[in-house]
């Protein structure tokens, strides 16, 4: 299944799919229509090529880091093992405490992804789970203005009714998924800087053919490499959640190192370097992690 | 020197300028501000070029007023960008090296916060191997007819004139032959053209069609741009505007971090100190007369490299939250952590990058093989 969806996102639909949740900042460009339209492309492709499966999804987490993929899947994975009689609907994961006074939700939750577009949001992080249906006249959103300007919402439940209850979410899936997206978004990061680090010349060589790149390359290599292996071996739940620290660490690192090699022009906003350091900032902060 | 310090605060912190630095903050996006009213009002006091001679707008003071009045402005958060082109670069540069006439025409409004410059050295395929720049300046009758593409340059929209870097002649060392012009930018034959990006601030993608220049706009001697810059290199590579962000940034950290993050504020305000003492190292040099290209590498490089430290930390201790820039209404210091991270990147790259001053302290401190 990962191996056709890895040709699912090959060629034109690469570059479309990076971008599809990257909103422009004062420089015109596509609407946010023509996002939310390949948004929903992508969605029916990876449903239709059987992402929702649940086999293989820490390999498919990491291909969708490698890609850039933005959208509601890695939600609707975790979500579908709290409620697992969910159709193929997208849902949002909203974290927030449930109070289990009655059989509704009343709470405010901060960055919830995507939540202008999916059909449910799964309230976690409480002693009990609840899953409300959006576009309920008693939920409020407001898209937050951040860094990775992406589709981060504030959502604010107020008395919302529950479709249907759970237990706790335990997180360790979901933290080590997002771990896998994670090396694959520093992967795709380091490729970038490698291919620049090949091409751009100054003082007459390859910028890549100096040491200081070179091995600063080379250590980011290895870095990833190991931390592939970690994700598809992640051990017990507290490993879980250090190996998400592990690789939000990394994932900042290697693109913050992109942005150093690629120079000015890494800036630029036609340029994916400051995509892939914008986007490992917001991703690396998600789910709950050791933090310091 | 406290009380002088503590007069530029109190200007600082009034409550009229704090909402200028806050709305300036908060422009809509595409938008940025330029030379802004606290500007004008150090300017009207003599303290925005304090070092430079009241002939021009200054007070006659040392680099170690201007250092304080550098990093007053920046604690308190006022955008800095338009004042070290106009005035910190563009304006020093003209102090040391210009003629008087230059000195008359282009310094007392840079000293006055009325008009700022910007600086045309980088161009498309050309950043820090200035030697390679393709920018042309070709004799025309008594002046030069300036043909070239500039980018990375900022503040082009609300500059008045640049400081440009064109070769003039061609030789064995590609150092030589590189001349520094002040150029208008309004004029016909100069087209600019935004370049979106990472930062608040805009680039400009600068083109010049042979637009006509005088002898009189030559900044130093022709052919002899390269040792111009270096006469203004360790004014501009005190790192002092590092270490003030730093500062800045790490104090809204403490503030707002979660508890069980002491031991890393520690250490991050150790390395922020450090960096401090590096910059006023560089003033102290500056100040004696004694510029050291070691100490200026040096400082510039740990500077940067902290504040970006800082910026990183603060992202990976305070979670999403230091993601929501100034204009949500949950943004918490007013988006400051949002703002630093996204200059970041520039830190270690403009003024010299960090590979750049790494090379120079390994060759020219250690004496290892170039």
């Known amino acids: ?292 | 020197m406290t009380d002088f310090r503590e007069e530029v605060c109190a200007l600082l912190c009034e409550d009229a300028v704090r909402a200028e630095i806050a709305q300036s903050r908060r422009m809509p996006y595409g938008q940025e501000s330029g030379l802004l009213d606290v500007h004008r009002r150090l300017g009207k006091l003599g303290w925005l070029a304090i070092n430079w001679p009241e002939r021009y707008g200054g007070s006659g003071a040392t680099i170690v007023e201007k250092a304080i009045v550098t990093e007053e402005m920046i604690r308190h958060g006022v955008p800095e960008n338009v004042h070290s082109l106009g005035v910190d670069i563009v304006g020093n540069a003209i102090n040391l090296m210009g003629t008087d006439e230059q000195k008359e025409r282009y310094l007392p409004g840079l000293a006055r916060g009325e008009t700022t410059a910007n600086v045309l050295f980088s161009e498309p395929d050309v950043g820090s191997d200035l030697g390679s720049l393709g920018a042309r300046a070709e004799p025309d009758g008594d002046g030069y007819r300036l043909t070239g593409r500039k980018i990375y340059n900022m503040k082009a929209q609300h500059s008045d004139f640049a400081l440009c870097a064109a070769r003039t002649s061609t030789g064995p060392v590609n150092y030589a032959g590189i001349t520094l012009f002040l150029v208008p930018l309004h004029s016909l034959g100069t087209v600019i053209e935004p370049v979106w990006n990472l930062s608040e601030e805009r680039f400009d993608l600068i083109t010049l069609d042979g637009i006509r220049i005088g002898r009189e706009d030559v900044l130093g001697e022709v052919d002899d741009g390269w040792q111009v810059l270096n006469r203004v290199l360790p004014f501009e590579r005190t790192g002092l505007d590092h270490s003030a962000k730093a500062e800045r940034t790490l104090a809204a950290l403490r503030e707002h971090a979660p508890p069980g993050c002491e031991e890393r504020l520690d250490r991050l305000e150790t390395r922020v100190r450090a960096a401090r003492l590096l910059a006023w190292r560089c003033i102290a040099n500056l100040h004696e007369g004694k510029p050291d290209e070691i100490h200026s590498a040096t400082a510039k490089w740990y500077t940067s490299e902290t504040a970006k430290e800082v910026s990183v930390a603060a992202v990976e201790l305070l979670g999403p939250r230091a993601l929501l820039d100034a204009r949500d209404p949950d943004a918490i210091a007013d988006g400051v952590f949002d703002a630093v991270f996204r200059e970041a990147p520039g830190l270690t790259l403009a003024q010299g990058s960090s590979e750049i001053m790494l090379y120079f302290v390994a060759t020219s401190k250690l004496g290892l093989p170039s």
């Open chain 1, 1 to 292: 299944m990962t191996t056709t969806i890895a040709e699912f996102f090959e060629g034109d639909l690469a570059p479309l799919v990076r971008r599809m949740a990257d909103r422009p900042r004062g420089e015109g460009g596509d609407t946010d229509d023509d996002r939310r339209e390949t948004r929903a492309m992508v969605w029916e492709g990876l449903v239709g090529l059987g992402a929702l499966d649940g086999s293989d999804a820490v390999g498919l987490a990491e291909l969708l880091g490698s890609v850039l993929y933005q959208g509601p899947l890695l939600d609707t994975l975790t979500a579908r093992e709290l409620f697992p009689d969910l159709g193929p609907a997208p849902v949002a994961l909203a974290e927030g405490s449930c109070s289990d006074q009655d059989d509704t939700v009343t709470a405010r939750c901060d960055f919830v992804g995507f939540a202008a577009e999916v059909e449910h949001f799964a309230v976690v992080g409480g002693a009990r789970s609840a899953l409300v249906r959006a576009g309920h006249p008693s939920i409020t959103t407001r898209r937050h203005e951040e860094t990775g300007r992406g589709e981060l919402y504030r959502v604010d439940f107020d008395g919302t009714p529950v479709t249907a209850w759970a237990g706790p979410l335990d997180w360790a899936g979901a933290q080590v998924r997002q771990a896998a997206y994670l090396v694959g978004l520093a992967q795709a990061a380091l490729d970038h800087a490698v291919d620049h680090a090949k091409t751009r010349r100054q003082f007459g060589r390859a910028i890549g053919a100096n040491q200081a790149l070179s091995f600063r390359l080379a250590e980011m290599s290895m870095r990833v490499d190991a931390a592939r292996l970690l994700v598809h071996d992640p051990g017990t739940a507290a490993h879980a959640a250090a190996t998400l620290a592990e690789t939000a660490d990394l994932a900042r690192t290697v693109t913050t190192r992109t942005m150093q090699i690629h120079g000015a022009a890494g800036m630029r906003s036609d340029d994916d370097a400051q995509l892939y350091y914008r986007r490992a900032a917001a991703e690396s902060v998600r789910l709950p992690q050791p933090r310091g």
